[in-house]
């Protein structure tokens, strides 16, 4: 079993659309969930960092963090064409040292 | 916000040739960076942890004499693709992380590598 699990998608909304992105994992001890969105031919961008359970809202951007079902998710309210892109899950536990575990990304495209 | 600097962002080179590609932290501290390649559609697969001052961590069936990584200072790591072939060609990528504990990993705007 993998340490992160992600759709890969491809997923396709219509603009201002709500979007769900999702990842589950199975390593108890990650406590650092981080998103990233990579547009193409471009590094991943940081979008969202949380530590340990809850919400975080930034702007049209949610992460939510359910340590309990070992579940994280990012909201992404008003889709615009210009989040279309692939977005990365990843996460990190203290006891992991500086091992980072990311998901395989998630294409989204956005429809205008 | 914590800004990662990778240079070049292009090479194009015929067979044979090195090629090196820079990392730098901008604005912060880094103990640790790491040297990630990506394929077409792909994730991100981690080729080699670099520690400033000791020598990297490579991941399985990574070749440390192919791929040289040197961390010589907290803000910059350079990896050396050695005598490159058609097959090393592919986007590279760098990060880095603030030495403080927990903290997200910053990514460069990656190399394109093509061997010719």
């Known amino acids: 079993q993998k340490e992160v699990e992600q759709d890969p998608g491809p997923l396709s909304v219509p603009e201002g659309a709500i979007v769900s992105l999702n990842c589950t994992y199975s390593?108890?001890?990650?406590?650092?969930f981080m998103w990233y969105r990579q547009y193409s031919r471009k590094g991943p961008e940081l979008l969202m960092y949380?530590?340990?359970?809850g919400n975080k809202e930034d702007g049209r951007f949610t992460a939510q963090v359910d340590k309990s079902s070992k579940y994280i998710s990012l909201f992404i309210r008003d889709s615009q064409p210009s989040d279309s892109a692939t977005y990365l899950c990843a996460m990190s536990a203290l006891n992991t040292g500086n091992q980072f575990y990311f998901g395989t990304g998630t294409s989204l495209t956005v429809i205008p | 916000g914590a800004v990662v600097s990778q240079h070049p962002s292009r090479v194009i080179c015929k067979s044979g040739t090195s090629v090196k590609i820079e990392c730098r932290s901008l604005?912060?501290?880094?103990?640790?960076m790491f040297w990630y390649r990506q394929f077409p559609k792909q994730s991100l697969m981690l080729m080699a942890t670099?520690?400033?001052?000791?020598?990297?961590?490579?991941e399985q069936g990574v070749e440390k004499d192919k791929f040289l990584i040197n961390h010589a200072s907290l803000t910059l790591s350079t990896l050396t693709v050695t005598s490159a072939h058609p097959e090393d060609s592919s986007f590279y990528i760098c990060s880095a992380r603030p030495t403080n504990q927990g903290q997200p990993q910053h990514f460069g705007d990656g190399t394109r590598l093509s061997i010719l």
């Open positions: 604005d912060f501290q880094a103990t640790t």
């Open positions: 390593n108890s001890a990650f406590q650092y």
């Open positions: 949380t530590y340990s359970s």
């Open positions: 670099s520690n400033e001052g000791s020598k990297a961590t490579y």
